[in-house]
């Protein structure tokens, strides 16, 4: 080999290369194993707790942001963690307004090609590799959901607590639509679309309320409960387990 000059790496064989890969996938499995027990250890005292979804484009000062943030103050008071994705835009306005109440405020943040950054109002924070089990935390935990406007992120997430409450793999939790000009045209396409052509039972529309005082909101979720602690029974404990 000429001095100085770098010796190039030899390509695995086909098949070689795809036992490296298979042997990464399956060791992957231990590393999801493992976000899933530190959250699990690191949120066990949370309860109870309100998830709380929204656009991480929003910027401070925006009507939303605003209203996030008197929500979820008032949701803090009242005595409920506030959880939320850890993010800027809405995201930042959920924890604010938590920490700036008297219960916790948590950010499960995610890590994305272009980086997320964590906000500066949170009391508990985690961040994770993979989004699904990010959205088993969400869920877990979660004695509601309140949405607010958002994008795709937002939309996968309120689908997903939809479907797992409408599947009952989780256990029924008041899920709150807040910002009637944003939401109204979902909520009449699901209405007049999916119910009408029976893509959904006409009683899965009721799964989903639509508020925008934040006091209201506040209000749903003690009426959900006024029959039931918000503790899971046992059943919905064992169900969790299976999200």
């Known amino acids: ?33 493992a976000e899933v027990v530190e959250a699990t250890e690191k949120l066990h005292a949370v309860r109870p707790a309100v998830s709380v979804f929204g656009s991480a484009r929003v ?21 409920f963690t506030v959880i939320s994705g850890g993010g800027p835009g809405l995201m930042e306005a959920a924890n604010k307004g938590a920490f700036e109440g008297r219960s916790l405020s948590v950010g499960l943040n995610i890590e994305l090609p272009h980086e997320q950054s964590g906000n500066a109002y949170q009391d508990l924070g985690h961040t994770f590799r993979h989004f ?44 709150i639509l807040v910002q009637s000009s944003f939401w109204g045209g979902l909520l009449d396409w699901i209405r007049n679309t999916l119910a009408a052509e029976r893509m959904i039972d006409p009683g899965d529309i009721d799964l989903v309320q639509l508020i925008d005082d934040p006091a209201e ?8 409960y006024e029959s039931r ?15």
């Open 132 to 175: 699904f089990t990010r959205k088993v935390m969400f869920a877990k935990f979660a004695s509601a959901y309140v949405v607010m406007p958002g994008g795709f992120g937002t939309l996968d997430e309120l689908m997903e607590a939809l479907t797992l409450v409408q599947t009952r793999k989780m256990r029924r939790v008041p899920i």
């Open 1 to 33: 080999m000429t001095p100085g000059k770098k010796k190039l790496p030899v390509p695995l064989a086909p098949e070689l290369l795809e036992k490296s890969w298979s042997a990464r996938e399956s060791w992957r499995v231990f590393g999801i194993m």
């Open 229 to 243: 602690g918000f503790t899971p029974t046992a059943a919905e404990r064992e169900s969790l387990l299976n999200l």
């Open 59 to 79: 910027p401070p000062g925006h009507p939303y942001y605003q209203l996030t943030e008197q929500i979820t103050r008032q949701l803090s008071d009242a005595g």
């Open 217 to 224: 909101v506040v209000a749903a979720i003690f009426a959900h």
